[in-house]
């Protein structure tokens, strides 16, 4: 289903989404829903995404779509399960608006100085270092992990 064919409004999701997503544990408050995306919470121009994507069936219907900025929407899951989408943003999304790219960016930072020992997975010695180096430099960055809530950090990398 091309985006001209998607016939549910932005506005239809909103109060959709306001009725019956719970906010406890969601990156965006409700009042916020129309206007940040509802992953990273950045005030950013919004996608429809599909919770199911329309190549597995998915409805053109309001409780179908969560409404993302483009680079959130690129990294949903496309699965037929219509709990995954929410469970993902959950455990993905930090819940402090407009820090979500930052602390990416920092741990893309983190990835950057370390590496895999001839072609094996990171042992755990490189694994510790770099969660000691991401705590780091989120504080050299003026980002509280405990104001964040670490597992939600942690969450967000990949």
């Known amino acids: 289903m091309s985006l001209r ?6 506005k239809q999701i909103v109060d959709w989404g306001m009725r019956n997503i719970n906010e406890v544990g969601f990156p965006v408050d409700a009042d916020q829903m129309e206007t940040r995306c509802w992953r990273c ?6 996608e429809r995404a599909h919770v199911i994507p329309d190549s597995l069936k998915g409805e053109d219907k309001a409780y179908n779509y969560r409404l993302l900025c483009h680079e959130c929407h690129l990294e ?4 037929n399960d219509p709990n995954e ?13 407009d820090t979500f790219w930052e602390i990416r960016k920092i741990w893309d930072s983190v990835w950057e100085d370390s590496t895999y020992h001839w072609g094996e997975k990171l042992n755990d010695s490189t694994k510790e270092w770099m969660s000691k180096e991401f705590l780091k430099r989120l504080r050299i960055n003026n980002i509280d992990p405990e104001w964040i809530g ?9």
């Not at 919470?41 to 919004?46: M, S, V």
């Not at 597992?151 to 990398?157: A, L, Q």
């Open 76 to 79: 949903n899951p496309n699965v």
């Open 85 to 97: 989408m929410d469970n993902w943003i959950r455990s993905t999304g930090v819940g402090v608006y």
């Open 41 to 46: 919470g950045y005030e950013r121009k919004t």
């Open 150 to 158: 670490i597992k939600k950090i942690m969450g967000c990398i990949k």
């Open 5 to 10: 064919n998607i016939k549910t409004t932005k």
